[in-house]
């Protein structure tokens, strides 16, 4: 069994976990990151139409809200929208900072397709950031258990919570093996 230690375990290679492990990697933590398969494969993120709304100059924040509010017929949680469309454009530029193409829409951004390109959106967002994670100190746990490789991820099929809600140890495993990281 391999002990690994870190100050930050991300469980998911999607959209959320690649770049919440980047995020974290620039503010100087080191972080590793488990998927269930490879980075960025086999997740909803990588099937994506790659479609984000978003005030920018086009689209203002008031007009944002008021199309939030007519699709979600008044049932929509207030506080949540508003979070939402004051910090969407951050988003996007957080998004373009970490490589991924985005252009600008009437209603927000969209993923930037290179013309005449069959490539699903979500592909070509994903790609973006797998190809900055590779570049970055990031470790991605991949399964290696008695020497052999697998180009699979590891899932996290338990987690152990402190009453204060910490996750203070997580058993990883693939098919083959098991282990525990990090134990405290
Ligand atoms: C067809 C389709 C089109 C869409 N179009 C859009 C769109 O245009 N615009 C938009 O904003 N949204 C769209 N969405 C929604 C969007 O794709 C998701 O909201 C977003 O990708 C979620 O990202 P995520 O990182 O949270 O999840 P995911 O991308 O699903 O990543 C979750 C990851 O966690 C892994 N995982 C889960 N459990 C474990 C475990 N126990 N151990 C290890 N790993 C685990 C999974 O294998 C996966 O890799 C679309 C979704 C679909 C399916």
Same mark, same amino acid.
């Given at each position: 069994m391999e002990i690994l230690s870190t100050d930050i375990l991300v469980i998911g290679g999607g959209l959320a976990g690649m770049v919440s492990a980047l995020e974290a990697e620039k503010r100087g933590i080191k972080v590793l990151l488990a998927g269930k398969? %490879? =980075?960025?494969?086999?997740?909803?993120s990588s099937l994506a139409n790659g479609v984000f709304a978003s005030a920018n100059s086009r689209f203002s924040k008031e007009e944002h809200l008021e199309e939030t509010l007519k699709a979600g017929r008044g049932l929509n949680h207030l506080p949540l929208v508003k979070a939402m469309i004051e910090t969407a454009p951050e988003a996007m530029e957080t998004l373009t900072a970490l490589g991924v193409p985005l252009a600008e829409t009437k209603g927000g951004y969209m993923i930037d397709r290179p013309t005449g390109s069959s490539q699903l959106a979500g592909i070509l967002l994903v790609k973006a950031l797998a190809e900055r994670l590779k570049r970055s100190t990031i470790q991605p746990l991949r399964s290696d258990c008695r020497g052999r490789r697998s180009s699979r991820g590891l899932w996290v099929p338990e987690r152990r919570e402190t009453r204060?809600? %910490? =996750?203070?140890?997580c058993s990883i495993g693939d098919r083959r093996c098991r282990g525990d990281l990090p134990e405290k």
């Amino acid at each position: 069994m391999e002990i690994l230690s870190t100050d930050i375990l991300v469980i998911g290679g999607g959209l959320a976990g690649m770049v919440s492990a980047l995020e974290a990697e620039k503010r100087g933590i080191k972080v590793l990151l488990a998927g269930k398969f %490879a =980075i960025g494969t086999g997740t909803n993120s990588s099937l994506a139409n790659g479609v984000f709304a978003s005030a920018n100059s086009r689209f203002s924040k008031e007009e944002h809200l008021e199309e939030t509010l007519k699709a979600g017929r008044g049932l929509n949680h207030l506080p949540l929208v508003k979070a939402m469309i004051e910090t969407a454009p951050e988003a996007m530029e957080t998004l373009t900072a970490l490589g991924v193409p985005l252009a600008e829409t009437k209603g927000g951004y969209m993923i930037d397709r290179p013309t005449g390109s069959s490539q699903l959106a979500g592909i070509l967002l994903v790609k973006a950031l797998a190809e900055r994670l590779k570049r970055s100190t990031i470790q991605p746990l991949r399964s290696d258990c008695r020497g052999r490789r697998s180009s699979r991820g590891l899932w996290v099929p338990e987690r152990r919570e402190t009453r204060s809600g %910490a =996750i203070e140890g997580c058993s990883i495993g693939d098919r083959r093996c098991r282990g525990d990281l990090p134990e405290k």
